[in-house]
């Protein structure tokens, strides 16, 4: 899943309204990368809220590396890993959304 297209299902998520345009999908009215939970912290635990995410360690990958879990409480399929906190809220709110 790219980017945008996580960041597209995470707006989508929040109830965000959507106008597409030539290079992307962009929040209706705001400007290009003002919707960014990849990057902003504070719209990442926006989404943690919304949607009661787990937090934790990642105890499934490389003990070397350190990493994130972020999982629904539901089970297997929502769960994300990845070494950036941000990433992995984002990627399991994209699979809870894209499930819908």
């Known amino acids: ?8 299902l995470c707006a ?3 109830r965000i309204k959507h106008i ?6 962009y929040p209706k009215g705001w400007a290009q990368n003002q ?19 787990n937090i934790g360690p990642d105890v499934q990958g490389d003990p070397a ?3 994130w879990q972020v999982d629904d409480y539901t089970g297997d399929e ?10 992995a809220i984002c990627e399991c709110v ?6 819908k």
């Not at 929502?78 to 990433?87: D, G, K």
């Not at 994209?94 to 499930?99: F, G, M, R, V």
């Open 78 to 87: 929502f769960t994300a890993f990845n070494a950036n906190l941000n990433r």
């Open 65 to 67: 590396e350190e990493g």
């Open 12 to 14: 989508e998520a929040m």
């Open 1 to 8: 899943m790219t980017d945008l297209e996580m960041t597209r």
């Open 20 to 25: 597409t345009i030539a290079d992307g999908v």
């Open 35 to 53: 919707y960014d939970p990849l990057h902003d912290d504070a719209q990442a635990m926006a989404l943690v809220k919304k949607f009661e995410l």
């Open 94 to 99: 994209a699979k809870i959304q894209a499930a």
